[in-house]
C-alpha cells in the first residue's frame, strides 16, 4: 500500500530529527551550532534541531551588509519567532571583537546570534569589498569554486565562535547545517556520509538533510509549519536571497531576481561588475551574462 503524504512527512521527521539526536547523543556537545541563512534548507535542520534537541541549539546567521534582502532578514525573524529562540544582535566592529564578546558573554541554547557583519579584511559593505577583489565568480584560478565572498562574509566570522566541545583530546565545534547531496556535483562527492570531521579546522559538522531532496524539504517545512514563512522570499526572489544576487545564482533565477530589485541598485551592480568583473574565462562569461540580463530588464523599465 502506497504511504499517505502524512505518513511520509511523518517519516522525514523522524527521520532528521532521529539523525540530530544520535549526532548529540554521540558526540555530546555542549551545544550545537546550527548555520542558519532562513533559506529553505537551513529552515528546515533548524527547526528540527530545535524540536529534538531544545536544550542544544544555537543559531547562527549573518546578515550581509549591502547584500542581505528585506524579505530574507523577514523570514529569519519569522522563523526564529515560530521556533520561539530569542535573537541576540550583534555588530562586530571586526572578528577580534566578535569572540571577545562571546568570550564575555557565551552563546547560550535557545539563541538566535544575529550576526551583522561586514568584510572580514577591511570592513566593507559587500559591493565596496566587489570594488576592491572584482565579481567573486569561480574562475580559472579557482576551478573548484572558492569565492572570497564566502570566506569574508561568513566563514571567518564563524571561526570565531567558542568551542563547543571535544573530539579527539581537542576542543572543536560541532555545526549542524542544512547542506545537501543534491544541491551540486561538489556537494555530491564531498558529502558522501552524514559526519564530516575537518581536523585542519576543528570541526564536527552533521548534515542531516545530505541524500535529501528539494521535495522533501518543502514537505519537511510544512510539517514543522514553516512552508509560508520561507516560501515568500523565493515566490518573489527566485531563491533565499540571504546573498541577494549570489555570484552562484544560476542565470534564470537571476531573469526573476533582477525583476524585483530597484532601478538604482541595478545600475550599481552592473556598473560595479563592468567596471570591477576578474579575469579567467569562466568569469568573463559569467560577467558579461550578468550584465546581458541586467541591461534587458533596466531596457524594459525605460520602455514603460
Not at 568584510?119 to 569589498?129: Q, T, V
Not at 571567518?156 to 576542543?171: A, Q
Not at 564531498?190 to 521535495?215: E, F, G, H, Q
Request: charged share 25%; glycine share 4%; proline share 6%.
Amino acid at each position: 500500500m502506497q504511504m499517505s503524504l502524512l505518513a511520509y512527512n511523518r517519516s522525514l521527521v523522524k527521520l532528521v530529527e532521529s539523525r540530530i539526536e544520535r549526532f548529540v547523543d554521540e558526540y555530546k556537545p555542549r551545544y550545537i551550532y546550527v548555520y542558519f541563512s532562513g533559506g529553505k534548507d537551513s529552515s528546515a535542520v533548524l527547526a528540527a534541531s530545535t524540536n529534538c534537541c531544545p536544550e542544544k541549539v544555537v543559531a547562527v546567521y549573518n546578515h550581509i551588509v549591502g547584500q542581505t534582502h528585506r524579505l530574507n532578514v523577514e523570514a529569519v525573524i519569522g522563523v526564529v519567532k515560530k521556533l520561539g529562540l530569542e535573537i541576540r544582535r550583534i555588530v562586530p566592529r571586526n572578528p577580534e571583537n566578535l569572540r571577545i564578546t562571546l568570550l564575555q558573554d557565551p552563546p547560550r541554547p535557545g539563541q538566535l546570534l544575529y550576526l551583522v557583519v561586514r568584510s572580514y579584511r577591511y570592513g566593507l559593505p559587500y559591493w565596496d569589498a566587489v570594488k576592491k577583489w572584482g565579481f567573486p565568480v569561480p574562475s580559472e584560478r579557482a576551478r573548484n569554486g572558492v569565492r572570497w565572498c564566502c570566506s569574508e562574509y561568513k566563514e571567518k566570522w564563524w571561526y570565531m565562535l567558542p568551542p563547543n566541545g571535544v573530539h579527539r583530546g581537542r576542543t572543536v565545534k560541532y555545526n549542524v547545517v542544512g547542506i545537501k547531496r543534491s544541491d551540486s556535483p561538489h556537494r555530491a562527492k564531498t558529502w558522501r556520509t552524514m559526519i564530516n570531521i575537518y581536523d585542519s579546522k576543528s570541526m564536527v559538522t552533521l548534515a542531516p538533510l545530505y541524500d535529501l531532496s528539494d521535495n522533501d524539504v518543502w514537505s519537511l517545512l510544512r510539517s514543522y509549519d514553516l512552508y509560508d514563512i520561507v516560501k515568500k522570499q523565493y515566490d518573489v526572489m527566485g531563491e533565499s536571497p540571504n546573498c541577494t544576487l549570489c555570484p552562484l545564482m544560476p542565470l534564470h533565477i537571476l531573469e526573476k531576481a533582477v525583476t524585483k530589485l530597484p532601478t538604482s541598485y541595478l545600475e550599481m551592480v552592473r556598473d560595479t561588475i563592468e567596471k570591477y568583473g576578474v579575469r579567467g574565462s569562466v568569469s568573463e562569461y559569467k560577467v558579461s551574462k550578468w550584465i546581458e540580463i541586467i541591461d534587458k530588464e533596466l531596457e524594459r523599465r525605460s520602455r514603460q
